[in-house]
């Protein structure tokens, strides 16, 4: 397991990132002060359900939001350089070379008319300082060190002739081509066999080990987030709720909704009725009135304190939650388990 | 017990076309000499029973004929080989284009992975619940529309929602309308293909509940077919582990998931992510499937990926051999076995 950033400065450290979205019935408020850090060589895991605003996180750090999208507010800084006021043309020099990222469905994702070793060739001649006439024999080197077997006759296919675990282990290849510094990989394994996810995942945390780049996970699946990221950043209709170490966030979660999120996971249940599912349904953004904690309208521990604005993370925390009040903080010595009858109440 | 549902040396053969040009079929027809045509064995010899008010779980990854064998199953496709019994019927006797006027039509009903895109989209959800009640049980007017109601309310869809269309609706509430439309003619068995796939992680949990309290209510035997082993494990009272159109092993899902006889079924729990890591060892499978393209009959379809493989086991194929309340195909289950000694 990567162990948690020291001191070190961040590879990549979003700060109070804010997102809008035009649309024609009205402004949606997609994100909104949004901070979180990766350190080099860490993972670090973006949970949340559909709606929370993971994928559009990803998407303003890469500067490929929608037209529609406007980031009003914020910092997403690479190395000295902040992306989110970059002109296009530096932004074009760090996209794939610094910071690279692996989408969601390789199959859409991937040129369908040409092959796939062509497609990391164009990165490793555009990015990777490869001459012209190396850059098809690396192409295959990287497809064999994405554990494709036979790379060279691998690399004339195109992506329609290959399985989803092949594809996205070429999406892996072309991202990593450049060796960048910081990976932001997007749901990278939904869709994929769960014998195929390990593998994928395997991979990625491998090579993201060695080659000591920090990796932004972006995840629906708790566990999964769990198993593979040093940190996990909780995000619900915008908000980061919840930012704490794996280890600590599984066996003391403080904001409510990471509670009942670990508590509605499969996994975390011997049986159906010890699951608890989540009351309510997630605020609309468009609202004009939405309360300064978006989850306080499901909230079971909602108090007066919930109408004034969220706390800030306390700087040099490890563990932050965006709560007035959060679940009770461990008494040492006592190893409370998730899903306790409190938080499922 | 009774069995429901008994499926027998079940097979699924497609034609492979477009191996050869046309122009080299032509050739070939004109030159003489038999036309062998390359065949897709998507379901394999499989064998199993339903019993009534069971609720198996099927899985194994894509491309292991799991959804073929549910087509099949439920009537939308026709078997190559084998017998599927409904009771006392014989189902593959009947076409599938037949099936559809049947009166036994109602009793085995399928809900759909997406229910957004398996419900027409110019139906409302009314129209969407009535419309095999209309045709399966020439329901009218005002019995249609009790009956429709009484079942939207067991399915917890409000009631003004069913003026809706399904892009008016959420993710939960489309899935309420698939399982409403397919519990309308109270059928005996209910095959649900990833009900919940597109879920997220909080609704699952409602749709999940629902299915166990509807099942409880109606006393419907559930064939599950999912790819989420920590679903299948809290719903499922039995499993079937589908492995390249093979039946690789079965049994009661508790003992399956905690003590796995067959080396697909090892890396397939092993490959599950958990809240809490125990520290298992990372059993991992290499390489691709074999084709299911004409397959060796004498060679294990796991052979090439599984970790044990050795030559033995390109010269027989395993049986499903018995081990108590399971079943597993594999030359080596007997290692595996848990110490308590299973009857056989």
Redesign the interface.
């Known amino acids: 397991m990567i162990t948690a950033n020291t001191n070190r400065a961040p590879a990549l450290a979003v700060e109070g990132l804010c997102v809008e979205f035009r649309t024609r019935s009205g402004i949606v408020r997609a994100l909104d002060n949004v901070s979180f850090s990766a350190g080099k060589g860490e993972t670090v895991a973006l949970v949340g359900?559909?709606g929370s605003g993971k994928s559009v996180t990803a998407y303003a750090v890469m500067g490929i939001l929608d037209p529609a999208g406007r980031v009003t507010a914020g910092r997403a800084v690479l190395g000295g350089l902040d992306l989110l006021s970059a002109k296009p043309s530096q932004l074009a020099e760090v996209r794939g070379r610094d910071i690279a990222m692996i989408f969601q469905n390789p199959r859409t994702a991937l040129n369908p008319i040409r092959p796939v070793g062509k497609q990391i060739a164009d990165v490793l001649i555009r990015h990777g300082n490869v001459p012209r006439r190396e850059a098809p024999a690396q192409a295959v080197e990287m497809l064999r060190a994405v554990g494709i077997?036979d790379p060279a006759r691998r690399a004339k296919a195109y992506p329609f002739e290959m399985?989803?675990?092949?594809c996205q282990r070429v999406m892996i290849a072309i991202a990593l081509a450049a060796k960048p510094s910081v990976l932001i990989a997007d749901e990278p394994t939904t869709g994929l066999?769960?014998?195929?996810?390990?593998?994928i995942m395997?991979l990625v945390n491998d090579l993201a080990a060695k080659m000591g780049m920090a990796t932004i996970f972006i995840t629906?699946?708790?566990?999964?987030a769990?198993?593979?990221a040093a940190r996990i950043v909780v995000m619900h209709a915008g908000h980061v709720v919840e930012n704490a170490p794996t280890t600590e966030l599984?066996s003391y979660p403080r904001h409510p909704y990471t509670g009942?999120?670990?508590a509605?996971?499969?996994?975390?249940?011997a049986?159906?009725?010890e699951?608890?599912?989540?009351p309510g349904?997630l605020p609309d953004l468009r609202r004009a009135d939405l309360p300064p904690c978006r989850y306080s309208e499901r909230c079971p521990r909602k108090t007066d304190a919930c109408s004034q604005p969220l706390p800030l993370a306390p700087p040099g925390a490890t563990h932050f939650v965006a709560c007035w009040n959060p679940l009770p903080a461990p008494t040492l010595g006592a190893p409370v388990?998730?899903a306790s009858a409190e938080n499922v109440a | 017990m009774t069995a429901l549902l008994d499926v027998a040396e079940f097979s699924k053969l497609f034609p492979v076309t477009g191996t050869s040009s046309s122009w080299q079929r032509l050739r070939q027809r004109f030159q003489g000499g038999p036309e062998k045509l390359s065949k897709v064995h998507a379901v394999d010899n499989v064998s199993f029973v339903i019993e009534k008010g069971e609720t198996v779980g099927l899985v194994g990854e894509s491309g292991c004929g799991k959804s073929t064998l549910v087509r099949a199953l439920t009537r939308l496709i026709d078997a190559s080989d084998g017998s599927v019994k409904l009771g006392d019927r014989e189902l593959t006797l009947t076409p599938a284009h037949e099936f559809a006027r049947d009166p036994d039509r109602a009793r085995i009903q399928m809900v759909f992975q997406d229910a957004g895109e398996s419900v027409n989209p110019r139906f409302t959800a009314f129209d969407a619940i009535a419309d095999p009640l209309r045709r399966l049980r020439h329901l009218k007017g005002k019995a249609l529309r009790e009956r429709v109601e009484s079942v939207a309310g067991q399915c917890g869809l409000p009631l003004q929602l069913l003026t809706r269309f399904p892009h008016q609706l959420s993710g939960g509430q489309r899935a309420r309308v698939g399982i409403a439309r397919a519990i309308a003619v109270e059928p005996d068995l209910l095959v649900l293909d990833e009900p919940t796939a597109a879920l997220d992680v909080s609704v699952q949990v409602v749709i999940l509940q629902l299915l166990q309290r509807l099942k409880k209510e109606f006393g419907m035997s559930y064939l599950f077919v999912s790819h989420d082993l920590s679903v299948v494990k809290l719903l499922c009272d039995r499993v079937l582990v589908m492995y390249l159109g093979k039946i690789v092993e079965a049994g009661p899902a508790v003992e399956v998931f905690e003590h796995p006889l067959h080396p697909y079924t090892q890396a397939l729990v092993a490959a599950v992510p958990r809240l809490h890591e125990d520290g298992a060892e990372r059993l991992r499978l290499t390489g691709e499937p074999r084709s299911p393209i004409d397959p060796d009959p004498h060679v294990c379809r796991f052979y090439g990926r599984c970790p044990r493989g050795i030559h033995d086991c390109t010269a027989a194929m395993p049986d499903l051999r018995r081990f108590g309340a399971r079943q597993v195909a594999c030359h080596f289950a007997e290692e595996f076995l848990p110490p308590a000694p299973a009857k056989a």
């Open positions: 359900e559909s077997t399985s989803g675990g092949m066999d769960v014998t195929t996810q390990a593998v395997d629906h699946d708790l566990a999964l769990g198993q593979r599984f009942e999120l670990i509605a996971t499969p996994d975390s249940a049986s159906l009725d699951l608890a599912s989540i349904t388990l998730v």
